[in-house]
């Protein structure tokens, strides 16, 4: 195999606050839902209470560690992984049989930030040590690995708001270098008091819904939730005789060394990104039948981006679904992957939720309708907070 | 808090942003009171001006609600002072 | 098994190390040949009484040499480790000078930016969710240490941090060589970085009580001698282009657990162990290596955290440039059964093993040969 060998996509789970798998996400997106609503998980001192996309409480775990000794991030993880290899077709005896890694992106569900427990012991109390307990236990791709009992590579992936379209794109790499027959690649984040006060501070959080690309945009939504990908040899998918939903065809990343929190005006690196992801994939921009887009809500993001992509992929059409889900953080990237295997099976994307009004700044407006797709490639993007920038180019598969 | 009470607001200004921003080799001598803070004079970046608005808040309790109010109230220490005093006063 | 990655070599062309002994190849040079390093004395209070305990910490004043003061106002601890280990790798490799459009950044971490963590959610608790500090927050996203070194570096190729503790290092090291591999790039700045915090310290006297050991014994398998460190060690890593690489090459990466069998660990290569005197991993490595094995261990010199697989990577390095073994150093006689060098003598078998086991049985085992 080399570089820009197709991966199959044979099976996909996805859970956030659209739905409590793929295919309620999807029927949500096209029925244009944004279910958004202060936490209600926590509360913050911040006179405003800005929305976020929950997930609801009762969603359904799968797993054998028990509820309270594992967090929120990994179950979520777990579950989404549970549904992927569901819809793929593989059973437990098969995954043990066969070498199957796990690369999953995260951002929260690396953070040991308990407050109860810092709280005790910054007033000197003797706080209980289970909540560190919990954390060392509770390492996304580590948590997949032992509940499935998966025995390839294993990796966690804290690239802040592309971690899931890298972790898509490293572990489809581990599968053409040959360590691997397949993996389950994706990413997921719980809402977090501690997360959503850091993003307050930064001053790029809407108090109402987010309007990505819009020319009144004011920043982001957050939002909690995970999605996975199986992905696999073509040769191993022939042989189990399980239709690919897509093909992961090539992954460009680079960053644009230029700030901590700001993207570079220029979007150099984006550019360099999308580059090397149509390189290897051996396509041009005409290929291209849309762009799932990283599409915040931010100012910054939102003009660097839409440039960017005006610049190199000029007339195809583009959306941002993350007016549906909210910004879920290491989950992003992979909820979007799914969303855009999905768009294709369908041969259609839903309008870019938020957007009314084009900003003068901005070149091109997003998707304003339900827009039939001409082509059978897409383009998955993020980024990301330290600069990083990630593409996925997938292509249609056998569904 | 105590301490700065007795200090006017611009001079507990430039203490805040050399402590706050890690500027230690700037003395608030060299901060010149009608300099733009950010872009050229100081050069702050986007970064610094939320963490003030932060300090803002922590040392003077004012609210700073957005970034265009951000933007007008940080022209420089005097135009920031000035901003601080009418809010406390209102 | 893991299976080899397509025979290729990965060429290690310079290495920069921070750590309780110093700063600096020569300074990790000096501490293996002396067998000396000595750690600090920190303050802990925890279960009712102050304790001193000793911590292998580190001192990042050499950065000044490399970057502008204040472009490193807002750059923390555990930034400055990776930043200054990067540094020290590309001066190592006499890369400073080089266009770095195509360098990629990889760091491992077991834990990440601990101390800004919890810095942030002071700013939280001291004075209120409206006083959460942004600048905190942004720097204890765990990537912000590859964020410094690209920035400061203007090094735009792919960044990627890995953390899962113990495993950090393997899993990371993988995908650095798999960029390299797929030529979207020519160079990976890839290295291991973690902190010693207030927290840990904490978490360390709950978990394991204070200890009498005064260094790590990691041979002594059932005792609980583990010293908390800190540190960076960096590699800049290139594709085998046919040369012969200052300190060898990087040529396999297992990573497993022990539910599928134990390492897999070649007749001729000698072992360096990072087991780390946590009696809790003890065994696993008593248990899965056979007696007579040559091994040597070095974490006394440096300390216990989860990325010490880089700093035995650096060591054996230096051992595959200085074609020998550097003595394990040591304070009491081995009862391992494994054959261990107190002195320094030849590298025969010119392949060393890095193998590093996590406390749930998960292991990760790093291959250096000199050619």
Known sequence: MNHNTP????????????????????????????????????????????????????????????????????????????????????????????????????????????????????RGRHPQMNAV?????????????????????????????SSGTDAIGLGAFWIRSGICDAVVAGGADELCRVTYNGFISLMIADESLCRPFDAHRKGLNLGEGAAVLVLESEELCRARKQPARARALSYGAACDAYHLTAPAPDGSGLKQALSAALTASKKTAADIGFINAHGTGTPDNDRVESKVLHEMLPGVPFLSTKGYTGHTLGAAGAIEAAFTVACLEAQKIPPSAGFTTLDPELPWPPVQHETDLNGSLAISQSLAFGGNNAVLVFGKGDT | ??????????????????????????????????????????????LDAVELVVQVQKHFGVEIKNMEEGRFAFRSINSLGDFIEERIAA | MAKEIHDMRTAIRGIGTVGGFGCGADKLHQALVSGQSTPKKIR??????????????????????????????????????????????????????????????????????????????????????????P?????????????????????????????????????????????????????????????????????????????????????????????????????????????????????????????????????????????????????????????????ASYTPLYGSFPVNTAFDMAIAALSLKE?????????????????????????????????????????????LAAE
């Open chain 3, 44 to 133: 802990v209070k925890a279960n009712g009484r102050e304790i001193d305990m000793p911590v292998f910490l580190c001192d990042t004043t050499a950065l000044a040499g490399f970057v502008d003061k204040r472009a490193l106002r807002r750059v923390d601890h555990y930034s400055s480790m990776a930043v200054l280990g990067s540094y020290l790798a590309l001066e190592d490799a006499g890369m400073l000078q080089n266009n770095r459009q195509r360098l990629a950044v990889v760091i491992a971490t077991g834990y990440g930016p601990t101390r800004t963590t919890f810095s942030f959610l002071d700013s939280m608790l001291a004075d209120g969710d409206t006083c959460a500090s």
């Open chain 1, 7 to 122: 991966i199959a996509v044979t099976g996909i789970g996805c859970l956030c606050a659209a739905g409590q798998n793929l295919e309620q996400c999807m029927d949500s997106l096209f029925a244009g839902r944004q279910p958004s609503a202060p936490p209600t998980r926590f509360s913050s001192s911040h006179p405003v209470r800005y929305p976020v996309f929950e997930i609801p409480d009762a969603f359904t775990f799968i797993g054998n560690d028990k509820k309270s000794e594992i967090l929120r991030t990994a179950r979520l993880a777990v579950t989404a992984a549970g549904e992927a290899l569901r819809d793929a077709g593989w059973s437990r005896a098969m995954m043990q049989a066969k070498r199957m890694g796990v690369c999953i992106g995260t951002t929260v569900g690396s953070a040991m930030n308990n407050e109860g427990f810092y709280r005790d012991l910054r």
């Open chain 3, 135 to 295: 600048t905190l927050f942004s720097n204890s996203v765990h990537n912000a240490a590859a964020a410094h070194v690209s920035i400061l570096l203007k090094a735009s190729g792919p960044n990627l941090t890995v953390s899962q503790f113990e495993l950090s290092v393997p899993s990371a090291l993988l995908s650095a060589c798999q960029w390299l591999e797929d030529r979207q790039i020519d160079a990976v700045l890839f290295g291991g970085v973690d902190e010693y915090s207030d927290v840990l310290g904490y978490s360390w006297q709950r978990f394991f009580g204070s200890t009498q050991n005064t260094c790590i014994e990691p041979l002594n398998w059932g005792l609980q001698s583990a010293i908390a460190g800190e540190g960076s060690a960096f590699f800049l890593l290139t594709r085998n282009d046919g040369d012969q690489p200052k300190y060898g090459f990087i040529t396999d990466i297992q990573t497993s657990h022990i539910a599928n069998g134990g390492p897999d660990i070649a007749g001729e290569a000698v072992l360096f162990l990072g087991a780390d005197g946590h009696k809790l991993c003890g065994p696993l490595y008593s248990h899965h290596i056979s007696e007579g094995t040559h091994a």
């Open chain 2, 1 to 46: 808090m105590e301490e700065y009470k007795k200090m006017n607001t611009n001079a507990k200004l430039k203490d805040i942003i050399i402590e706050e921003l890690n500027l230690e080799d700037l003395t608030p001598e060299e901060i010149d009171d009608d300099a733009p803070l950010f872009g050229e004079g100081l050069g702050l970046d986007s």
């Open chain 1, 133 to 161: 307990t919990r954390f060392l236990n509770s390492n996304p791709a580590q948590v997949i690995a032992r509940e499935f009992g998966l025995t390839g590579p294993c990796q966690t992936v804290v690239n802040a708001c």
């Open chain 3, 323 to 367: 074609n020998k073994i550097f003595a394990t150093p040591g304070c009491r006689p081995n009862k391992s059964g494994l054959r261990i060098s107190h002195i320094e003598q030849d590298l025969e078998s010119k392949s060393i093993a890095c193998l590093k086991f996590g406390c749930n049985g998960e292991f990760g085992m790093v291959m």
